[in-house]
Structure formats: structure tokens, C-alpha cells
């Protein structure tokens, strides 16, 4: 009973494995867990989605002294279910010019791209899809993904002006994706490990190197420049204000879906917000101890996919309360950013870290 209180999800996963590997055989009752485990987590998805639209127009409104969504639904909670309802609804039109299979498969390629960093986010003790002893490394993977399927929708498109938001979109990606990297490196090299599961563990229960306590990564200075480091990447490569040159409407009419509507649009939606959330997820994993409790030095308490939440909306928070604030900045000013002040800051980062992990482990081992 405790433990289902304090891990329910496991428990239920762990029945429910019992009772299939019981009934069926192996190789089916493993596919049959795959398929049930990605089926809830497209759900989940698709419901973090609306709610983090209805969220964000909430959180906009409030700092812009008005009121947000407030007719359809209690407190406008089904303004969003709306107008997924009315997107799915639209015309499907194609042009007439574009490369039908390139132009086809590129929302494709960019949702699936944003579904796969889910795979290794662990959402509790022992409730992760798939527990890669690599998982940071897959997520960086699957990070640059969506570069090639904007491309294809700019090249698709058979159209100036997405084509034109294709490159520029490809250029900020691969730029940020690297500060992003180095910044991902950081609590790697804390904890010893590149599983996502065991970077939480090394912050549930922390170790002492040098004298100090290495609690959430985020505490120490390195963690804490490579945490805004991490987010300022995160909110170019997810295509949020002040970053959100990708689709420039001033400039580029969307960028590279200006040729896509109905479902096809939905699809480039639904992988924007889907980023938002892993983005967030993956920051509050690797520095904010994703499921592990919020009191120092002790076990975990209670379910721990609370704790998890309750960090993952904080950011989400951070990057809404961002996009209400901040003004869209030039394409130049976006790539000098880059390129000359967070790559330098990150790689200088990571040699601090690497340094003080030496010498602390040689002068005081850990405990």
C-alpha cells in the first residue's frame, strides 16, 4: 500500500506486465507493453498540448491586464479543444507545385522527432519507457531531427518565402543546438552517467565532492550557468519569443509552413508545444532532480511524478512568462548570441566543471 502511494504509476505498469508475461507469450506480451506504454504517452501528450495553449493565454493575458480565453468551457478550458476541433475540420489544400512527398512528410518527421525525446524522460522511480544507459545522448539525437524535416517543408513547399525560412530555420537550430550540448555535459559529468534515471539518482541522494553537497545540480555554479545556458537554447530551438525567427510573420508570411494548413498545421503545432513540455522536462531531469523530493539529504516522499510535474510546469512557467515579456530580437543579434556568447560560456563551463570534479575527487573522495 505504501509503495502504491508513493509510486503508483510503477505498480500499475508492474501489474499490468505480470499479468500479460502471465497470459502471453514473452515476445507479444513485450510488444503488447510497448505499444500500451507509447499509446499513453501520446495521449498524455496530446493533452499537455491543449492544456499548455490554454495556459499560455492565460498567463499572457494576466500579465497584460486582460482576461484570456473565458467563453467556451469553465474558465475557457475548452476555447483550445475548439480550435483543435476546428483545425482538424479545415480544408486540406495543396499546391499545385510542391514535392507532394517531401512537402507530405515533413510535419511527419518534425512531430515524430518531438515525440522521441519522451522516450528516456523518467517520470518517477522506475517509470521511464525506455531506460537507456545513453538517454542524454538520444535526446541530443533526436534534438536535431527537426532541422531536416523544416527543410524539407521549406524546400517542399516550392516556395520563396518558406524556402527562405527553411535555411534561416536550419542556421538558428544547429546554432543553438550546440550551446545546448555543451550545456546537456554538465550534469553528465556530475553524475557520472549519461542515463537520465541515474543523473535524478545522483541528485536524490547526494554525494559530498570537495566539502560540498552536490544537491540539485542547478545549486552549483557551474549547473546553475549551464541550466540558463540550457534554456536560452531551448527557447531558440523551440521556436519561442525572443527566438522566434523561424516563422517571422513580418518577414517570412510563417516561414517555412506558410503552404501548410488544417491537419498538416496542426501537426507543426502540436510538435511546438510537445518541445515545450520535453524541453522543460528534460531541464527539470538534468538540474532541477526531476522526481526526487524537494528537501535536501533525504529520501524522496510521496509520489514522485508529482515532484516531477510540479518542476516541469515551473519551467514552463518560465519560458510563457518569457514570451509575455520579451520582444522578437534581429536574425543578426540571434546568430552573434550564438555563436559569441553562449558557445564560448558553455565551452568555458565545461572546462571549470571538468577541473573542479579533479581536483575535489583527488583532494576529498566521494562519501
Known amino acids: 500500500m505504501i509503495e502504491f502511494l508513493t509510486n503508483p504509476i510503477a505498480v500499475i505498469g508492474a501489474a499490468l506486465s505480470d ?57 475557457g478550458l475548452l476555447q ?41 524522460i523518467p517520470w518517477s522511480p522506475g517509470v521511464v519507457p525506455a531506460n537507456l544507459n545513453v538517454g542524454v545522448l538520444f535526446i541530443l539525437s533526436m534534438g536535431s531531427l ?18 527562405l525560412g527553411g535555411m534561416r530555420s536550419a542556421a538558428q537550430l544547429v546554432s543553438y543546438e550546440i550551446p545546448g550540448v555543451l550545456s546537456a555535459l554538465v550534469p553528465v559529468m556530475l553524475a557520472g552517467t549519461m542515463s537520465m534515471s ?12 570537495g566539502g560540498i553537497p552536490n544537491w540539485w545540480f542547478v545549486f552549483t555554479p557551474w549547473g546553475f550557468i549551464a541550466f540558463v545556458i540550457f534554456i536560452i537554447a531551448g527557447l531558440a530551438e523551440t521556436n519561442r519569443t525572443p527566438f522566434d525567427l523561424i516563422e517571422a510573420e513580418s518577414e517570412l508570411a510563417a516561414g517555412f509552413h506558410t503552404e501548410y494548413s488544417g491537419m498538416r498545421f496542426a501537426l507543426f503545432f502540436l510538435a511546438e508545444y510537445a518541445n515545450v513540455f520535453a524541453i522543460s522536462a528534460i531541464g527539470a531531469t538534468l538540474f532541477l532532480g526531476g522526481w526526487a523530493g524537494p528537501i535536501p539529504f533525504l529520501p524522496s516522499f510521496g509520489p514522485g511524478i508529482l515532484f516531477f510535474l510540479g518542476k516541469t510546469f515551473f519551467l514552463v512557467f518560465i519560458i510563457m512568462w518569457v514570451r509575455s515579456t520579451l520582444p522578437r530580437i534581429r536574425y543578426d543579434q540571434l546568430m552573434n548570441f550564438a555563436w559569441k556568447r553562449l558557445l564560448p560560456m558553455g565551452l568555458v563551463n565545461i572546462g571549470i566543471t571538468a577541473a573542479w570534479i579533479s581536483v575535489a575527487t583527488a583532494m576529498f573522495p566521494r562519501v
Not at 147 to 154: E, F, L, S, T, Y
Not at 198 to 208: F, H, K, M, S, Y
Request: charged share 15%; hydrophobic share 60%.
Open 19 to 75: 499479468l500479460l508475461y502471465s497470459l502471453l507469450p514473452g515476445w507479444l506480451a513485450g510488444l503488447l507493453m510497448a505499444l500500451i506504454a507509447a499509446g499513453v504517452l501520446v495521449g498524455f501528450i496530446s493533452g499537455v498540448v491543449i492544456l499548455l495553449v490554454w495556459m499560455e493565454r492565460k498567463i499572457i493575458a494576466r500579465m497584460q491586464d486582460r482576461s484570456g480565453p473565458n467563453r467556451v468551457g469553465p474558465f
Open 146 to 163: 527537426p532541422v531536416i524535416g523544416v527543410v524539407m517543408a521549406g524546400w517542399g513547399s516550392n516556395n520563396k518565402y518558406a524556402l
Open 80 to 120: 483550445t479543444v475548439a480550435d483543435a476541433i476546428k483545425l482538424l475540420s479545415k480544408e486540406d489544400i495543396v499546391p499545385a507545385r510542391v514535392d507532394k512527398v517531401i512537402w507530405a512528410l515533413s510535419p511527419i518527421v518534425v512531430l515524430a522527432a518531438a515525440l522521441m525525446a519522451w522516450a528516456v
Open 198 to 209: 541515474g543523473i535524478v539518482e545522483a541528485q536524490e541522494l547526494p554525494t559530498r565532492i
